[in-house]
């Protein structure tokens, strides 16, 4: 069933949004962020969906490259196996 002209309409609560900096302060720049909590409320003030989120900078020390660099290898050999397969399966 539809809303009929009368009927009141309830627009969706909209989250409400906090952000922390890498020194632990609030701050409302989300690129400036590296955690931060966003709060979703239903009509009636309640609290009905929370998520955290966290976002950290890692060095990996068992690794001799920045882990940008390592991804990329990973990729380009799953990509070199994905083309080995054609080409074998191509040929058989």
Known sequence: MGLADGDPTHPAPAPVVT???ADGRTTDDPAAAVSGEAVLYDEHGIPRRRTLFVMRQRELP???????AFLLWV???LMLVWLAVGLVLYLT
């Open 19 to 21: 952000y922390t900096d």
């Open 62 to 68: 068992w690794l001799p490259v920045s882990e940008a």
């Open 75 to 77: 990729l380009v050999i």
